[in-house]
């Protein structure tokens, strides 16, 4: 049996759709109408013989199939454009500041910096790791030309690379206290995960004393590895060491997006995208 190849403009419908988080919206991404994209959508799922959206009366959502298939879509379409750019796209060279919130450092940073490097070899990237809304200011003030970093609740400035979920965490062995509140590892005040768990744990009547303060997000992990406290992380960071926790009010999701370039003109900028949205 012959294996088909998979269309990467198939597969760039496909991940717009996943990312916009409907057909509409991805057509207004890309310019072409609803249909167009619902066809290639169609013509994806004949060609592997398997749904990979379910669809609802107002949104649409992957199949298992579908997020198995979302990976795959992201690294191929990296590394075409990774590939078309050793040809085609014009030599950069000079110096690109980049803001990282520590979020991102576990488990994206390595891999995109390394990708970037491969496809802009001219370019010297210079990395700073702080907190979101402290790295924000510093772009304010040009002091950095990009950040990578969580939006707040309602916030619509910035470019979504992807959303996760924000959940407890904690130790293997960690048992909830029944007989005292419960001890929290957590960032400074102005951290949106903070402010949402404190929020999260008041509506549900939860007793709660924050036992742990670090400015370091290894330094919180580090807490709760150790079994001294839980935290709040996003799931697509989460370290060794620490598993999620049941039974505490829901925390929803969170925004990771690129501040900055607003017009979206820059190919180095489309180019780092492309590369957080293959490992994400």
Known sequence: MRVPDLDLD???????????????????????????ISLKVKRLEDLLGKPVFTRGAKQVALTREGE????????????????????????????LRLG???????????????????????????????????????LAREELDLVLGKRRDGETEGRVIFTEAVVWVAGPDFLVPRDRPLPLAMLPQGCMFRDRAMTALARAGIGFDVVYTSP????IAAAAQAGFAISVLGRTGLPDG???????????????????????????????????????
């Open 10 to 36: 198939l597969l760039r419908g496909f991940v717009t759709v996943a990312e916009r988080g409907g057909f509409t919206s991805a057509g207004q991404a890309l310019g072409l109408t609803q249909s167009a």
């Open 68 to 95: 198995s298939l979302l990976a795959y879509a992201r690294r191929m379409l990296a590394l075409n454009e990774e590939a078309v750019r050793q040809f085609v796209a014009p030599p950069a060279s000079g110096r």
């Open 100 to 138: 990282v919130a520590d979020h991102f450092v576990p488990r994206h940073l390595a891999p995109t910096l390394a990708r970037f490097a491969r496809t802009w070899p001219d370019v010297r990237i210079e990395v700073e790791v702080g907190r979101s809304h402290e790295l924000r200011a510093s």
């Open 216 to 219: 370091s997000l290894m330094g």
């Open 242 to 280: 620490l598993v999620e926790l049941e039974g505490l009010p829901p925390l929803g999701t969170a925004e990771m997006c690129l501040f900055g370039d607003a017009a979206g003109q820059s190919p180095l900028v489309e180019s780092l995208l492309n590369d957080l949205r293959a490992v994400s």
